[in-house]
């Protein structure tokens, strides 16, 4: 006889929130919760185990991350089948977000299994709040590409991304970073730099791309840790910048090569020489 495993009778499968440095800021739901779970799925059992380890949490380990988590969906699936409660956890903060879990959660969903979100830290939270840059409106963008090309492209693009635009930023690229934003916006961007959030040598660095340069070249150690960038553009100010580039644009192209052109409106309104070759080039692609 072959029986099936009704879905009232399958374990949860819970998203648990974790420090993003100081300790004290577990919840005590989340501790209940993992102290509770059958297993716990970590993005990396050795940094977990020191987090349970601290709170005296002996719950077992099994590894979920970037290379096997679409192979550990099934396995995922019979333990909760078996009615076995699972807490999954990343390195810090809040799991998926720019962290492992993505496959895992949405085949459970496509299931039917039971998904529970057990909220708490986040880094991209925890530093807009405190940025001083709207939070009306805000764009998350992960982690850049590693390249500057592609990079750049994406920067240049934040004129069509309403709000703040919010991204993470490791240590060994921090100051290309920067380089590129300051390279495509200049001073029509307002940047705010939270670095090592919650710890000890937490800061916050403001202002323009080429403000937070210096300070760079003043402090090396500013350039340290793990970063979450935010930018304001002042969409006002380059909409209309675009608008007489544009029109200037409309009587060069005809005229001399898009290159040209480009140098010109570029030096006559002071505009990044990039900026203007795109606009150029996207109106000689329309005509």
């Avoid at 919840?27 to 970590?42: C, H, P, Q, T």
């Avoid at 693009?157 to 709000?163: C, F, L, Y």
């Avoid at 930018?231 to 060069?252: H, R």
């Amino acid at each position: 006889m072959v029986t099936q495993t009704t879905p009232d009778v399958r374990g949860s499968f819970y998203i648990v929130a974790t420090p993003i440095g100081n300790l004290d800021d577990i919840s005590a739901r989340a501790l209940k919760v993992l102290e509770n779970s059958d297993f716990i799925a970590a993005e990396d059992t050795r940094h977990s185990k020191k987090l349970l380890n601290h709170f005296g949490i002996e719950t077992r380990l099994f590894s979920v991350h970037d290379h096997n988590e679409r192979d550990k969906v099934d396995y995922i699936k019979s333990l909760l089948d078996d009615g076995k409660n699972i807490a999954l956890v990343s390195d810090a903060g809040t799991p998926l977000i720019s962290d492992p879990g993505y496959h895992v959660v949405n085949g459970l969903r496509d299931d039917g299994y039971n998904v529970v979100p057990v909220p708490g830290p986040s880094a991209l939270i925890t530093a807009l709040c405190a940025s001083g840059l709207p939070t009306d409106q805000f764009s998350f963008l992960g982690f850049l590409p590693a390249k500057s090309k592609a990079r750049k492209d994406i920067v240049s693009n934040w004129v069509n991304v309403p709000g703040t635009v919010v991204f993470y930023e490791s240590t060994h690229r921090i100051i290309d970073s920067v380089k590129d934003i300051n390279e495509v916006h200049g001073n029509q961007v307002t940047l705010s730099l939270a670095r090592e959030l919650t710890k000890t040598f937490e800061t916050f660095l403001h202002g323009t791309p080429a403000t937070i340069l210096d300070m760079f070249a003043e402090d090396s150690n500013q350039t340290r840790g793990e970063f979450v960038v935010m930018a304001s553009l002042k969409k006002d100010d380059v909409d209309e910048e675009e608008a007489k580039a544009n029109e200037m644009l409309d009587l060069l192209l005809p005229e001399v090569s898009v290159k040209k052109a480009s140098e010109i409106v570029a030096k006559f309104l002071d505009l990044k020489k990039n900026q203007v070759y795109k606009l150029a080039l996207e109106k000689s692609k329309n005509d």
